[in-house]
């Protein structure tokens, strides 16, 4: 049974840090690439970060680049978000995805999400 445990969400002023984590369980997380996605009120879903299986590949979305690091621990099948110089505009639902393509099968997993709040 596939699970995912995502913490490390909360309020924290202009300017701050934070860092989110995603436990998963009931799949291999090495063989998936792991994505951080982020949702605010009102808008769509848009990616955030994301990390290859083995870790060698990352993408950031423009928004956050130079802010925002992605890495995961395949040992302990956890992907992490650490968000440095917060702003307001990154106050948003953050949502944990992973994903697995073998040639025409796919497979994709989402997580239940954790609340950022970047206030003053």
């Known amino acids: 049974q596939v699970h995912f445990v995502e913490s490390g969400g909360g309020l924290v002023q202009p300017g701050g840090s934070l860092r989110l984590s995603c436990a998963v369980s009931?799949?291999?997380?090495?063989?998936?690439?792991m994505t951080w996605y982020r949702q605010a009120p009102g808008k769509e879903r848009d990616l955030v970060a994301t990390i290859v299986g083995n870790g060698g590949t990352t993408n950031y979305a423009n928004s956050v680049k130079g802010r925002f690091t992605i890495s995961r621990d395949n040992a302990k099948n956890t992907v992490y978000l650490q968000m440095n110089s917060l702003k307001p505009e990154d106050t948003a639902m953050y949502y944990c995805?992973?994903?697995?393509?073998?040639?025409?099968?796919?497979?994709?997993?989402w997580g239940q999400g954790t609340q950022v709040i970047v206030s003053s």
């Open positions: 009931g799949f291999t997380a090495s063989t998936y690439t």
């Open positions: 995805y992973a994903e697995r393509r073998e040639s025409l099968r796919r497979w994709t997993y």
